[in-house]
């Protein structure tokens, strides 16, 4: 019904920068938040920054002022900009979104596969 596909993870140094965009495809009639966790080996996921389809935007402490989450709204996808990335940061980045289906009333929470961001000291 809906694929959310993640791309732009990868290597990079201390102090990097990397830019994940996931897009949302299928049968979609509205997308309400969209937002991006990850999860180290060994920890839970965790939220690292959300915005909702009016533009309000939740970031987690950690990223504040490094991590810049946008959305384009006409193309279903959401942007993570990570800057003066920390080997901290190293971790499996998924995106989500609540949608509501052409097929549906109600709306649901749809998850990407991952992708990998590493940070080297």
């Known amino acids: 019904q809906v694929q959310l596909v993640e791309s732009g993870g990868g290597l990079v140094q201390a102090g990097g920068s990397l830019r994940l965009s996931c897009a949302a495809s299928?049968?979609?009639?509205?997308?309400?938040?969209m937002g991006w966790y990850h999860q180290a080996p060994g920890k839970q996921r965790e939220l690292v920054a959300e915005?909702?389809?009016?533009?309000?935007?939740n970031y987690a402490s950690s990223v504040k002022g490094r991590f810049t989450i946008s959305r384009d709204n006409a193309q279903n996808t959401v942007y993570l900009q990570m800057n003066n990335l920390k080997p901290d940061d190293t971790a499996v980045y998924y995106c989500?979104?609540?949608?509501?289906?052409?097929?549906?009333?109600?709306?649901?929470?749809?998850w990407g596969q991952g992708t990998q961001v590493t940070v080297s000291s």
């Open positions: 989500n979104a609540i949608v509501r289906t052409t097929a549906e009333r109600y709306e649901y929470l749809y």
């Open positions: 299928g049968s979609i009639f509205s997308i309400n938040s």
């Open positions: 915005i909702t389809s009016g533009g309000i935007i």
